[in-house]
């Protein structure tokens, strides 16, 4: 039998209003249903009920786990530097890396992440080629100091991450446990409640090459994904672009004044013309103190991770350093730019054989320019953010836009730990060779908000059956009446008795307030337990998941309590039985 829950002894403090820093659904809905509360700007307590959630995202992600053979263990949180040193990470990772120093100024940091301190772990014990594969995963707070910590626990600083971590003799044997890996991801979104994405992705600071990204589509997500109707689904910061620019028909080369145009938007207006026909110019200075410029089509954003890959350290120049160079800003353009200045463009442009760019003068415009002709290009590459109606890589038809919350990420690392912590296993013959190792995220607490963002309405969550904190809320309408509350109590009890776990709102509270914080709270399910229904014979069911609402007679709930009784399955099943039958009695 489950433990009855009690609203009367229950902390959940509710808030009535809005807060004002919540500016995101699942912000706003976990706050106000009394499941977290704010410690500090990124950190959070998780009050009873956003505790039990979490621990069913645990438990989900845990079975998942262990049935493809992985085991749980449980890291430090507290990792010494010497660790980041040997990784290179102490420097690499920059200031999102809590780091701290203890009474004898030994340096410390509060894991992001834990390849260092897992490689470490193995690098003596996990010895032979006979131990592997082997998988090892941790259900645990991790700490990153976000620049921008927002959105409640959907980007925190110390959050609860699942981290699994998998070695190998090879490639192949990598392959196939990223493989199942990915699999488990998949099974664990579905059974999380949550319409989701797998999509194409960058390593970004955790390294290796192959990686792809598990998104729970939201308008409120971060990250934008392009995707096609084939299949193809990428992070559009690494997608692939193929946009479609187009020619401004003007073939000579020809200024003309363009008084007070500093935007693309303003040029195209001006010219009563599309943005693609026109050609967008950024300047930048890279590792080497080169300054470049780069062009791209008009209706594009230049991509920093593109940028990065084909010019390394590149960053934009101050309006200072443009002035510097004698540059314009918002009329720069190829033809006639100081010497020195590398010139690089989007591939696409390729195919636009005369641009509408700046003429590097304030207040005019080139038309016609021709590449070869007045100006040359010195590298062209990839390097715009591929948006909706740019052909698709996979089958060239056109991309759709969504955004998404990225709930994990599982990678190929390869030998980029073990290589550089001499992390090595031995072969048949008793050769030493680096690890091949994969690691693999999923974001806990963010999943947990990511659900909230997905399941909502604007009276409340609505958890689905599988994470909610409870399955079914009853409600007596008057407690201390002689019949409603016992006909309350004794429902609870031979329910929790099948293993639902049950909430009773036992409170001396008006119908309405308890209406509205079992909604605002989300169970899934509400059993009215009122005088005049109790009169008629009937609960009053309502399913919070669909609003629907029946009146179940005695008859039938004792049916379905029968047949629930007999069934092994979970309270989900019992109650899709229960509706069934209700129906077939209409
Ligand atoms: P993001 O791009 O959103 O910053 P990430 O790619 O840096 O995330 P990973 O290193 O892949 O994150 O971490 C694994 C998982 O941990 C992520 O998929 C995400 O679910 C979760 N996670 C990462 N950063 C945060 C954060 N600041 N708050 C909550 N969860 C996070
Ligand atoms: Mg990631």
Known sequence: ?????????????????????????????????????????????????????????????????????????????????????????????????????????????????????????????????????MTLYQIQSKFRDEIRPRFGLLRSREFIMKDAYSFHTDRESLQQTYDEMSEAYGRICTRLGLVYRPVQA?????????????????????????????GY??????????????????????????????????????LSCKANQLVKAMVGIDAEGTPIALFVPGDHELNEIK????????????????????????????????????????????????????????GYHYLGAQCGRDFEVDVWADLCTACAGDSCPDCGAPLEVARGIEVGQVFQLGDKYSKTMGATYSDAQGVEHPFQMGCYGIGISRALAAIVEQHN??????????????????????????????????????????????????RKERPGVKFAEADLMGWPMQIVVGKRGLSNGVYEVKNRLTGEKNDVTFAQYKEALAFAHRATKPARTFFDQAKTFVESQD
Request: hydrophobic share 35%; glycine share 8%.
């Open 202 to 230: 960058d390593p970004g600071q955790i390294g290796g090459s192959v990686t792809c990204e598990y998104h729970a589509l939201a308008e409120s997500g971060e990250a934008e994904l392009v995707t096609c109707e084939c």
């Open 307 to 362: 940028v990065e890959r084909t010019f390394p350290g590149f960053t934009l120049m101050t309006d200072e350093q443009l002035r510097d160079l004698g540059l314009p800003k918002g009329s720069i353009g190829c033809v006639g730019l100081p010497k020195g200045v590398r010139v690089g463009a989007d591939r696409s442009l390729q195919d636009v054989a005369h641009w509408a760019v700046g003429a590097n003068e304030d």
């Open 1 to 133: 039998m489950k433990q009855i829950m009690r609203m009367s002894r229950l902390y959940a403090p509710t808030l009535k209003e809005d807060p004002s820093d919540a500016d995101i659904v699942s912000h706003r809905l976990l706050l106000r249903a009394g499941m977290i509360r704010k410690t500090a700007s990124g950190v959070y307590t998780f009050l009873p009920l956003g505790k039990r959630v979490l621990m069913k995202i645990e438990q989900i992600v845990r079975d998942e786990m262990d049935a493809i053979g992985a085991q749980e263990v449980l890291m430090p949180a507290l990792q010494p530097a010497e660790l980041w040193h040997e990784s290179g990470r102490w420097n690499d990772y920059g200031p999102e890396l809590m780091r701290l120093q203890d009474r004898h100024e030994h340096g410390f940091c509060l894991g992001p992440t834990h390849e260092e301190l897992i490689t470490d772990l193995v690098r003596n014990e996990l010895r032979s080629y006979k131990q592997l594969p």
């Open 233 to 270: 689904a990428a992070n559009s910061e690494i997608a692939e672009c193929i946009p479609h620019p187009e020619e401004y028909p003007q073939d000579e080369l020809k200024k003309i004044t363009t008084p007070g145009v500093h935007t693309i938007e303003d040029l195209a207006q001006h």
């Open 457 to 506: 309405d604007e009276n409340g969550i609505k958890w689905p059956f599988a994470v909610a904190p409870a399955h079914i809320c009853i409600l007596p309408l008057s407690v201390g009446d002689d019949t409603v509350q016992p006909a309350a109590e004794r429902l609870a009890k031979e329910l929790s008795e099948l293993g639902i776990e049950v909430v009773i709102d036992d």
